[in-house]
């Protein structure tokens, strides 16, 4: 008996092998051993072990050892199955063809790319997936589960912020058979999700068990914005961006990204975010973002701080360092106010609220879950008196676009030096590490310099295409452009029509770092045609700034 256990050790991995030795010593006799190895569920090829022979008696079948299994577990896995059954009939997988622009030369774009992705049918005949799996696209085609067809579809709806998106398939084919998956809610830490798709390594679809680690606001990769979002111990892989996270027989989020360097860390899109996306798409035929107050604000919690301010002992809040002048609370709030409660929710002094059971979430959340135009109440302690305040909630567009998904870049050249605005795609082309390689003042302004009004733009000169005609001022790219003949530009369109009304014989640029620009405004114009041949531009301008020029002419001429 002792040369059999020590056999069983040196044959089975620790990792469970301590627990089969404990059981074996206890067994007396050859068939209580049959047993013991049975339970275990173990096959080996050892002559040794293999001489304890099943006698017809004995002889556990596949219909008995599943009775080792409590019921309980037998009816959450029955539980499971069906989930998973129902997102059999609803999960598809997603062909995209992109094509991403060039910033660096934004009259090109750059090769075209073939992306998976996964998908889901929500209520309405609409598929549901993740917003960076069509970006960019040129051309999207779906294949339900068991179908060797793929079906053209359309995006009817994106909203990159969120990283959600909607399509729609006008065969009436593709539609026989498919399930719509309902909406559940948040699940709770500790709970079971099964995130269905078709994550790289193979064709077919994939079912990946994981559980439930925290639910907080996160940093969405794709769209650069800090919404909610549930962490699970399973790996969101490439190919299952997309896919619907399934508890019970509800849909408890979308898988989206991973956390880049570790292992079986993966992201999920809440309920609440999804709700929100698709309640705004069907109220107003499109995307219309998240709300922000437009706010940075600076914790409380250091003492001396919170006596600065009369802020008394069962007083808690956050202290508003800047305000968006965009933002519904500009003209309400102000600097040094202390924001005590958001809708009757009191903040924290480390700018968290209460969430579900002993949890807690920022108050951005709440902020974020309004629609727009919708009124929120603010309660504030402004030099020592406690004010509450109604704001108009907003989406708010930062000075400089974090995204641009979806459109053309922005561009004019003139006597070959060329304007674009800043964007952070931009300054993406220099590389992963953008943020040390890209132009320092550049980078800070990206990331935070506010609008001072609407449709304001930071223009640069992103580079000269050499000529004869400029020779010499090459080394001045990079630089922002701050005005044209005096008067100070407000964005790409509004440069384009100061150059092109211009009405003196000399053209002048005001750079950043004092710099300045001459030109010769006939011969400069002479020259913009003889440089566009050469480098086969097809045109001089954006279709955006083509399109707002047409505009302006077409309301000129109604006018008149």
């Known amino acids: 008996m002792a040369s059999f256990l020590c056999k069983v050790r040196n044959l089975f991995p620790s990792s469970f092998s301590s627990h089969l030795l404990n059981d ?4 007396s006799s050859a068939t ?19 001489t304890f022979k099943f006698s017809p008696h004995h002889r556990t079948t596949r219909k008995a050892r599943r009775s080792f299994v409590p019921k309980a577990n037998n009816a959450a896995h029955s539980s499971s ?19 991403s622009p060039n910033y660096l030369l934004p009259w090109q774009n750059k090769s075209q790319r073939e992306t998976m992705g996964s998908g889901f049918v929500i209520p309405g005949k609409k598929i549901l997936t993740n917003a960076h799996v069509i970006a960019d696209h040129s051309f999207v085609l779906v294949r339900k589960h068991g179908s060797p067809t793929k079906y053209r579809a359309e995006v009817k709806a994106v909203g990159h912020e969120c990283d959600l998106a909607i399509l729609v398939v ?16 948040i699940p709770f830490i500790q709970e079971a999700v099964a995130v269905v798709g078709y994550p790289q390594g193979g064709d077919n679809i994939s079912v990946t068990k994981g559980v439930v680690s925290r639910v907080e606001p996160t940093q969405y990769v794709h769209g650069a914005s800090q919404l909610m979002a549930i962490q699970i111990d399973a790996a969101i892989n490439p190919g299952n961006s997309g896919g619907p996270a399934i508890m019970g027989n509800r849909v408890a989020g979308v898988a989206f990204q991973n956390l880049s360097g570790a292992e079986n860390i993966g992201y999920i899109i809440p309920v609440p975010v999804i709700k929100h996306f698709i309640s705004g798409v069907e109220e107003n035929g499109k995307y219309v973002g998240f709300c922000s107050l437009g706010l940075s604000c600076q914790t409380t919690e250091n003492v001396q701080l919170r006596n600065h301010f009369n802020m008394q002992p069962d007083m808690t809040g956050v202290l508003v360092s800047k305000i968006n002048p965009l933002s519904g609370a500009h003209k309400i709030l102000k600097k040094d106010d202390i924001i005590l409660s958001f ?3 009191p903040i924290a002094n480390d700018g968290t609220v209460p969430f579900r059971n002993r949890e807690r979430i920022t108050f951005d959340h709440l902020v974020s879950m309004k629609q ?17 305040l109604s704001i108009i909630l907003q989406p708010l567009q930062p000075l400089v676009p974090v995204h641009q998904f979806d459109k053309l870049p922005s561009y004019y050249i003139f006597a070959g030096l060329v304007f674009v605005p800043l964007t952070q795609p931009y300054l993406h082309e220099y590389g992963e590490d953008w943020y040390n390689a890209s132009p320092r003042r550049l980078c800070e302004r990206a990331l935070r310099e506010l609008p001072k009004k609407e449709n304001q733009q930071l223009v640069i000169l992103s580079q000269v295409l050499m000529d004869e005609i400029n020779a010499g001022y090459e080394r001045l790219a990079e630089l922002q452009v701050l005005k044209v003949n005096g008067t100070e530009i407000e964005n790409l369109d509004h440069l384009c ?11 002048r640029f005001d750079l950043d770092d004092d710099r300045v620009i001459a030109l010769n405004y006939e011969m400069a114009k002479i020259a ?26 077409a309301g000129v001429a109604c006018s008149s």
């Not at 074996?24 to 067994?27: E, I, K, S």
Request: hydrophobic share 35%; proline share 3%.
């Open 497 to 507: 029509q100061l150059v092109e009304n211009c009405s003196t014989d000399s053209l």
């Open 32 to 50: 209580t051993l049959t047993q013991t190895l049975t339970t275990h569920n173990l096959r080996t090829r050892d002559p040794q072990v293999s």
């Open 343 to 345: 809708d009757g929710v």
């Open 170 to 185: 006008e065969s009436e084919e593709f539609w026989d058979g498919m399930n719509s998956l309902e909406l559940g809610d």
């Open 372 to 388: 727009p135009n919708e009124k929120a109440i603010v309660r504030v302690l402004r030099d020592g008196e406690e004010h509450e």
């Open 24 to 27: 074996l010593r206890f067994a």
């Open 528 to 553: 913009t045609s003889r440089i566009l041949k050469r480098h086969r531009i097809p045109s001089s301008k954006s279709v955006d700034l083509i399109d707002a020029q047409n505009n302006l002419q």
């Open 81 to 99: 199955y069906a989930a998973v059954e129902l997102a059999l009939n609803s999960v598809v997988k997603i062909f995209t063809v992109s094509c």
